[in-house]
């Protein structure tokens, strides 16, 4: 299976994504973007980005749900 991934930075998120609560963060994108592309949706993070791992074939719901979270 063919995946791409997409980073965000983490300086970058909006407000109501709290960096100091970054596992709470990651779930929270895990479960939106599992429920949008019908796939398992894995998101991890370091110092600077959160990066989320997407099966190809479902960019584009991920890139929808990621814009209507106001991500991207």
Same mark, same amino acid.
């Given at each position: ?15 109501? $994504?709290?960096? %100091? ?9 895990? #479960?939106?973007?599992?429920? @949008? *592309? ?5 998101? $991890?993070?370091? %110092? ?9 074939? #479902?960019?584009?719901?991920? @890139? *929808? ?8």
């Amino acid at each position: 299976m063919e995946t791409t991934t997409i980073r965000l930075a983490i300086c970058e998120l909006p407000d109501k $994504f709290d960096p %100091s609560r970054m596992s709470l963060v990651l779930d929270v994108l895990s #479960r939106v973007l599992s429920e @949008a *592309t019908g796939a398992t949706i894995e998101a $991890f993070a370091d %110092s600077f980005t959160v990066s989320i791992v997407v099966p190809t074939n #479902r960019l584009y719901a991920a @890139a *929808t749900a990621l814009r209507e979270m106001r991500l991207i």
